[in-house]
T-cell receptor, first 115, second 111 residues
Framework: DQQVKQNSPSLSVQEGRISILNCDYTNSMFDYFLWYKKYPAEGPTFLISISSIKDKNEDGRFTVFLNKSAKHLSLHIVPSQPGDSAVYFCAARGDSGGGADGLTFGKGTHLIIQP | GAGVSQSPRYKVAKRGQDVALRCDPISGHVSLFWYQQALGQGPEFLTYFQNEAQLDKSGLPSDRFFAERPEGSVSTLKIQRTQQEDSAVYLC?????????FGPGTRLTVT
């Protein structure tokens, strides 16, 4: 059973508008969440993260929101740019200490920014 | 600075062959992870090293998969007697604590 779910396989957004990517999780032991961006034939690139003790983290055009009670997080990109077209993965981590946990990934959302 | 590198980038193996995939992590990173990514899926955790110690190998799919990191730096993932279901991209990541930084991956195709 998938512990991290990204229910939208793809999303198309007009350039300059806001992109909102969603992610749900089922494991209440997850305490750290990350978003990765992936271009074809490259490895995932770290984008932004959030600890479970926060509900928002912002870095430039990227903001991640966490709703612990709903076990839901979202990534907002504003304004969206053509270079943002990529596959976005949501990932979650438990906390056994020392950064020792492997990440659990969703299946990804393919974001397409249209001019 | 230099990121995580992996070699080879592409590997074609005939069913039954053994393969070895190499990962060079970011210098100074204590933690190293291997993931397997099947087509259309997210990466799935295989194994984790802290320095040279393999602390978690719960994600390795079978005893045909073996990983090592003898000097706490470079790591090798070995797959013995490859099967078609082993075809995937194998990703290596290193970490200084929270965020994991990924290499470009090795695409393994078993024919």
């Amino acid at each position: 059973d998938q512990q991290v779910k990204q229910n939208s396989p793809s999303l198309s957004v007009q350039e300059g508008r806001i992109s909102i990517l969603n992610c749900d999780y089922t494991n209440s032991m997850f305490d750290y969440f990350l978003w990765y961006k992936k271009y074809p034939a490259e490895g995932p690139t770290f984008l932004i993260s959030i600890s479970s003790i926060k509900d928002k983290n912002e870095d430039g055009r990227f903001t991640v929101f966490l709703n612990k009670s709903a076990k839901h997080l979202s990534l907002h990109i504003v304004p969206s740019q053509p270079g943002d077209s990529a596959v976005y993965f949501c990932a979650a981590r438990g906390d056994s200490g020392g950064g020792a946990d492997g990440l659990t990934f969703g299946k990804g959302t393919h974001l397409i920014i249209q001019p | 600075g230099a990121g995580v590198s992996q070699s080879p980038r592409y590997k074609v193996a005939k069913r039954g062959q053994d393969v070895a995939l190499r990962c060079d992590p970011i210098s100074g990173h204590v933690s190293l992870f291997w993931y397997q990514q099947a087509l259309g899926q997210g990466p799935e955790f295989l194994t984790y090293f802290q320095n040279e110690a393999q602390l978690d190998k719960s994600g390795l799919p079978s005893d045909r998969f073996f990983a090592e990191r003898p000097e706490g730096s470079v790591s090798t993932l070995k797959i013995q007697r490859t099967q078609q279901e082993d075809s995937a991209v194998y990703l290596c990541a290193s970490s200084d604590y929270y965020e994991q930084y990924f290499g470009p991956g090795t695409r393994l195709t078993v024919t």
